[in-house]
């Protein structure tokens, strides 16, 4: 059997023009858009990639954006102070602060300073509370979390009763996306098993997974023989691996990436799996602009 490739570029095109086509109604009803302000700090050019491709995208939907990019040695004061400006900004419904920040800017208290209505990555204590509690009072899923559930519902996977199985902890995959899943609701009432680094017998767990979801940060973790046949296979795993020549620019050298899932091996075995690059990637940013949108129509109550 050959696994149903979930390819995260097509959603993401899709979400895009329901995005857009909201965009639209909104300004034609209410003579606002959406907007996003995302803060940088220093030329991290990961970082820099990232807030670009962020902003990129929110022009393209016609929100109102600004990228504002402070010097390396900004202090933790004056950061602290521009997250209050844009707090205090009618114009702005979504403030992002691209991490990791510099060493000597406390990364908790910056996130802590955004207003949680606001938080569009959905990483102030308020809203990792409210995913907590589910339902309704869920305001900004965090945006990777979010596009892994959209990716499952939109390729049909039945989620209700299935065992989910969470390869990782961390607080902006692993944590939020078991919590998304255990909600009661559509695209959810799953039973969710988080596996990490402590757990004996991972791959035991991993085998009775319906649904797999690898975000550890490491290429190869997961081997085909854990995946059960016919499951759906989420890999979160960024990882690179080497380099290449660009296909478009030869001279020019780009990364080789690899998920946690070895790929060509698990399509074989699994029923959906999504390839890296171009699964769970493009997601991310479209979350965001999605969260941007949400925080605009709750403002206006539509
Ligand atoms: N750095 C890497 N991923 C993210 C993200 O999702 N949000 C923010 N703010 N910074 C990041």
């Excluded at 899709?14 to 995005?19: D, K, P, S, W």
């Excluded at 857009?20 to 009803?29: F, G, L, M, T």
């Excluded at 959905?122 to 900004?140: A, Q």
Aim: charge should be negative; aromatic fraction near 2%; charged fraction near 25%.
């Amino acid at each position: 059997m050959t696994a149903q490739i979930i390819k995260g570029t097509e959603i993401r095109d899709q979400i895009l023009e329901e995005i857009a086509a909201d965009v639209k109604e909104i300004k034609e009803k209410h003579n606002v858009v959406p907007g996003l302000v995302t803060i940088l700090v220093g030329e991290d050019p990961a970082s820099m990639s990232y807030v670009t491709a962020k902003i990129k995208t929110a022009k393209e939907l016609g929100f109102h954006e600004i990228q504002d990019t402070q010097p390396v040695d900004i202090s933790e004061e004056d950061l602290l102070g521009l997250v209050d400006k844009y707090n205090k900004d009618d114009s702005i419904n979504g403030i992002l602060v691209q991490l990791p920040l510099p060493k000597g800017i406390d990364d908790k208290k910056v996130l802590n300073a955004i207003d949680p209505d606001k938080d569009v990555d959905g990483f102030h204590p308020v809203n990792v509370g409210r995913l907590m509690i589910g339902g309704d009072e869920i305001k900004f899923p965090p945006c990777t979390p979010a596009g892994i559930q959209e990716m499952i519902v939109r390729a049909g996977v039945e989620t209700s009763g299935a065992e989910v199985v969470v390869v990782g902890r961390s607080n902006i995959v692993g944590k939020p996306i078991a919590n998304l899943m255990l909600q009661k609701g559509d695209g959810a009432n799953s039973t969710v098993t988080i596996v990490h680094t402590r757990t004996k017998n991972m791959d035991e767990h991993c085998k009775r997974a319906d649904i797999l979801i690898v975000a550890a940060g490491v290429a190869g973790l997961v081997k085909p023989e854990w995946i059960k046949p016919g499951a759906c296979v989420i890999d979160v795993g960024v990882n690179r691996v080497g380099e290449k020549p660009s296909k478009k620019n030869p001279d020019r050298m780009v990364a080789i990436l690899k998920g946690d899932v070895d790929f060509d091996e698990a399509k074989e075995i699994a029923g959906y799996i999504t390839p890296v690059p171009g699964g769970v990637g493009p997601m991310t940013i479209t979350m965001l602009m999605r969260n941007t949108l949400r925080s605009l129509k709750f403002k206006l109550g539509i």
